[in-house]
């Protein structure tokens, strides 16, 4: 029996505490009552029932947050690990509802087959619900996602600043559009080619929650500009991963979001991107505010390939007014100019950064860094460029290959760095560091380097030139080797405040190979600087556990 009538009925009786009496006086006005309480409950179940089903989904969301985000850049015993954790740890969770039970709780109400490959067909309308936050339209189909592409790219009113959520996988070709060194091996002539949802003169201004499910096989193959699943959004995107897929465009290209003045959450990007220019990037494009907002973009992740030739990240191709936290690449990034890991180019002082990993090779010309092409400065002493803002525990563990201006964290950089190791080669040829290829007129505190670092001129472990800064508690023990300005800590040192600098002694080599500024650096044995005593005194932020880094201090951030 149904609850609320189970519990109508108790009351009844024992409101009289005479249940013959009551039964026989009042049976017609009891029965009729009933009657009544009965339909008025189904409703109420009914419509809690359907809440239920899309509050239920909606919390799956919450549930699935990526695990990257709590273990991004914590050092485990092989980088095969950190790619393997990277990539799993984007999967919804298990308690998530399968897009298979989403679709059979809303059957009664939604229209579409899910799991269908995409016939390059729109569909009319939504699968169901209202655009609203309680009961937001339910995309099932490809067709359906096509039809969002659609009404957003005519500027339809009626659904601008509305709730969208993904009930459902979506396949937008079917097949191997990629192989797994990100090369294109479907048929291009017989691949469906996806519209971006938004362009260049207009934005997705709603609420999309991808709700953990993937969208496959999306081809996009052009010259104009805009492009990735969605061309251009200062909405909320968030809750989706984009695998076995192509992209392929010019300015603001990105397998996810070629423009962002909005909010990204929880995105996986797997597909491979290209830009004959750039910005470019796996997840955005570019991200930048011109109306002065701060982005904010969380929990976003890189494993596919990505080229371009200028400003171009694994993560964001470009980024100014952002907050970003929780941002990792585990692809392959190339790039001529501004190449980074995490982001290409970055020029703002309202850039706030934390918990930035790469993993994978990034290879460039000028200005490239392992996480960064370039923050802030654009070349030595320019007093008068931009400056970065605050940059927290950031890490690189790829391999990272330029010219000039190469660094395991940035290329160059002028803001504020704190906590930022590096543990792979760095290779250049001019303004080569283990962390910063330039840094001038910044301040970087708790650092160290473990990277062999190759160049020819101003080439340091820590920096390769390093002119008016503030710079405090490092070290380095990795092979630093050049022909001019060549330092096992800074290659060419100028003006800089500097305290509880440390490097590993390797026969006569010098810690600077100029130093114009005073300062000074303290060789260590091997042995002195795997102990307790030395991670204390570099200070709180580094910690000692002979089961990591080879013995060698870490941050603290990294073993959390």
């Known amino acids: 029996m149904n609850k609320c009538l189970q519990s109508f009925v108790v009351w009844y009786i024992f409101k009289e505490k005479r249940f ?7 049976s017609i006005i009891g029965i009729l009552g009933v009657a009544a309480m009965f339909a008025a409950c189904s409703q109420t179940v009914s ?4 809440d239920e089903v899309i509050s239920l989904a909606s919390s799956s969301s919450k549930k699935g947050k990526s695990s990257s985000s709590k273990d ?10 950190k790619q393997a954790g990277s990539s799993s740890s984007n999967k919804p969770n298990d308690e998530k509802l399968s897009s298979s039970s989403v679709a059979e709780e809303l059957d009664e109400n939604c229209v579409g087959e899910p799991g269908n490959p995409w016939e390059g067909t729109t569909a009319k309308d939504f699968a169901c ?17 096509a039809h969002l592409s659609f009404v957003v790219g005519s500027n339809d009113g009626n659904y601008a600043g509305k709730y969208y959520k993904l009930g459902a996988d979506i396949k937008l070709n079917k097949g191997d559009i990629i192989d797994d060194k990100g090369a294109l091996v479907g048929d291009s002539t017989k691949l469906h080619k996806w519209t971006p949802i938004g362009n260049s003169s207009v934005a997705f201004t709603g609420y999309f929650d ?49 423009y962002n003045t909005g909010t990204l959450k929880n995105i996986t990007n797997k597909a491979s991107v290209t830009s004959e220019s750039g910005p470019v990037g796996g997840v955005i494009g570019a991200s ?12 976003v992740y890189n494993l596919g390939v990505i080229k371009g030739k200028t400003d171009v990240g694994g993560v964001i191709g470009f980024i100014d007014r952002i907050k970003l936290t929780h941002a990792e690449n585990n692809g392959l990034v190339e790039g001529e100019k501004y190449t980074g890991g995490i982001w290409g180019g970055a020029q703002s002082t309202t850039v706030e950064a934390s918990y930035l990993v790469n993993y994978g090779s990034i290879v460039g010309q000028t200005y490239t860094g392992g996480v960064a092409g370039y923050c802030g400065h654009y070349g030595v002493g320019s007093k008068n460029a931009a400056k970065c803002g605050t940059l927290t525990n950031v890490r690189n563990e790829g391999i990272v290959q330029g010219l000039t201006f190469v660094g395991g964290i ?40 473990v990277g062999d670092v190759l160049g020819n001129q101003n080439v340091g472990g820590i920096i390769g030139y390093n002119q008016e800064g503030v710079t405090s508690s490092a070290y380095s023990t990795g092979k630093v080797d050049g022909d ?4 096992l800590m800074i290659g060419y040192n100028y003006n800089t405040t500097m305290a509880d600098y440390y490097y590993w002694e390797q026969g006569e080599q010098e810690p600077f190979g100029l130093n114009n500024s005073g300062g000074v650096a303290t060789p260590k044995s091997a042995d002195e600087m795997k102990s307790d005593e030395f991670a204390e005194l570099l200070g709180d932020e580094f910690v000692y556990d002979s089961g990591l880094n080879d013995g060698y201090p870490v941050l603290s951030w990294e073993k959390e």
Do not use: C
């Not at 655009?131 to 067709?143: D, H, M, R, V, W």
């Not at 250049?428 to 380097?449: E, R």
């Open 288 to 299: 930048n505010d011109t109306y002065g907002n701060v982005n904010l973009v969380d929990e």
């Open 210 to 258: 991808g709700d953990g499910h993937t969208v496959s096989g999306m081809f996009i193959n052009t010259t104009s500009s805009n492009n990735g699943l969605f061309g251009n959004s200062s909405g909320t995107v968030q809750n989706v991963t984009l695998d076995n897929s192509w992209v392929y465009g010019g300015k603001y290209t990105a397998g996810v979001v070629g």
């Open 484 to 487: 001019s300005l060549v330092g």
């Open 129 to 145: 619900g209202a655009g609203t936050k309680k009961s937001p339209y339910i995309i099932l189909t490809a067709e359906q996602l």
């Open 20 to 26: 013959g009496e009551v039964f026989m006086r009042y």
């Open 47 to 50: 419509a809690s029932s359907d």
């Open 72 to 81: 991004s850049g914590k050092i485990s015993s092989s980088s095969t690990e």
């Open 410 to 449: 940035a290329g160059t950089f002028g803001g504020k760095m704190i906590s930022a190791s590096n543990t792979s080669s760095i290779s250049g040829t001019n303004y080569v560091g283990g962390l910063f290829g330039n840094a001038d007129f910044s301040t970087t505190n708790n650092l160290y380097n």
